[in-house]
């Protein structure tokens, strides 16, 4: 008699994390973060392909999971952020797995949107990954709260935004996703 699959506990393993301010950077304004706008905006933080190189080497999958609210707002379009994550991948050869967009404001009430953790839990189901295995990086304590609600293990990107921290405490805080990557790989 042999193990059923549907039973089995899932063994994949996800590094999830946030788009800007983890991969690449943002523009402060009052202490708030805000995403870049268009194509010559866009730059990838010091350290970050290499970081994810070795996520990726040693067998996670990374996927990317953003709230884009701008869209929703009209400040944006989604093939304006579409167009972001294909440069993030071909012109910076970053290897991302997949990218998870939430384009609601909160007003709307999704379960995408973080601090709900929905966009993570719907990549579990379909990657079958063991989410207390896996890691939610972000630099807001939406991401935080989000991958505590998955079952995640947690890590905050800390960059001083003056934003109150309204999320449990993450289990670590880092300066860089390069130290996220080696706190993780030394687990």
Known sequence: MGINPVNRPAERRAVFLDRDGVINQVFVRDG??????NLQQLQVLPGVKEALEKLKSAG????????????????QTREQVEEFHR???QQFGL???????CYHDDRDGCECRKPLPGMLTAAAGEYGLNLGSSFMIGDRWRDVEA???AGCRTIFLDHGYTEPFQAEAPEVRVRSLQEAAEWILSR
């Open 60 to 75: 996670y999958l990374l996927i990317v999971v953003t709230n884009q609210p701008d869209v929703a707002r009209g400040n």
């Open 87 to 89: 440069a993030l991948r």
């Open 32 to 37: 708030k973060s805000y995403p870049p706008q």
């Open 95 to 101: 290897p991302i797995d997949d990218f998870r967009v």
């Open 147 to 149: 991958g505590r609600r």
